[in-house]
């Protein structure tokens, strides 16, 4: 790969880390990492004047991130395919488990307003396990540029 | 990224009018970012600064946590996605000063989103590396965007 591509695609790194950090400062902030930050940003607190979300309102929340996340994890995952890391199945159960946790992160919340309190758990750790993810993925593309 | 292993782009017609016609819409957003920008957060200090902060003379609401975090977010993805794609045409068809100007376009625009928390939470002196940044950012961005495009209607890539 040429060097200024290598480039590139280290700063699409440090944009990936900015990215994840608005993220993190967002959740924090709005809704908050506990059971009951999350509990009660969804469903509501009538004490605490805060409104209980509908389906619809989820909806037009995640819409935008249905695709951008779709289209982030494409983009920062194809840049695998041009290191040593293409061919391995580990490479394929972590595609398989970015996508799959993306999904979770983005329908726990309409679990989350039938009812289903577990998906409160859920909710926080897809939250997490996706960021996590992305910093690993990020961590292979930046120890295959740099050191290979 | 096909256009990444294309030998010679030039004589590739429909990829050189598809990146083209890309090029074109970058060149508009990026026009309409600044537009945008001027009538919503403000591109001068004073204005970024009234948005930040409020102004109590004129009874103007500073805007919220809330809504400065979910700017903030939106903004970093789009700026990511654009440079990303805008960089790799670029990288392309360039033969020189690459690395120089790829510097310069990454390293202004992460400056002038990291200055924006920075404004909103520590300092209203981060507010003028703002306003520098992004100027900078789009002008070589526009740059780019002409560069590449003459390129493309050049003989050979």
């Given at each position: 790969m040429q060097k200024a591509y290598k480039l590139s695609i280290l700063y699409f790194l440090l944009f990936s880390l900015l990215l994840i950090s608005s993220a993190v400062m967002l959740f924090e902030h709005k809704?908050?990492?506990?059971f009951n930050g999350v509990l009660e940003y969804y469903i509501g607190n009538e004490e605490k004047f805060i409104p209980a979300k509908n389906s619809s309102a989820i909806l037009k929340l995640i819409l935008p991130h249905i695709f951008v996340f779709g289209l982030f994890i494409m983009v920062l995952m194809h840049f695998l395919v041009f290191t040593q890391h293409r061919d391995k199945k580990s490479t394929i159960f972590l595609i398989y488990l970015t996508f799959i946790t993306a999904i979770l992160e983005l329908s726990t919340p309409f679990f989350i307003i039938e009812g289903f309190e577990f998906f409160v758990y859920l909710k926080i750790l897809s939250f997490f396990l996706f960021l996590a993810l992305i910093v690993y993925i990020s961590w292979l593309l930046l120890h295959s540029i740099v050191y290979k | 990224m096909r256009f990444t292993l294309i030998n010679n782009i030039q004589k590739d017609s429909a990829m050189s009018l598809i990146l083209k016609g890309f090029l074109t819409f970058i060149f508009v957003y990026l026009a309409a970012d600044i537009l945008v920008m001027k009538s919503g957060f403000g591109i001068s200090a004073e204005s970024v600064n009234i948005t930040l902060f409020g102004d109590e003379e004129n009874y103007i609401d500073p805007i919220t946590e809330s809504s400065f975090l979910e700017f903030w977010h939106t903004q970093i993805f789009f700026i990511m996605m654009i440079l990303l794609t805008l960089n790799a045409i670029f990288i392309r068809v360039a033969s020189s000063a690459r690395i120089l100007l790829t510097n310069l376009l990454m390293i202004s625009s992460i400056l002038s989103l990291v200055s924006l928390p920075l404004a909103f939470y520590?300092?209203?002196?981060f507010v003028n590396i703002f306003i520098a940044t992004f100027f900078i950012w789009h002008g070589v961005a526009a740059y780019m965007i002409i560069y590449s495009f003459w390129k493309l209607n050049a003989k050979s890539v």
């Open positions: 809704i908050g990492f506990s | 520590i300092s209203a002196t």
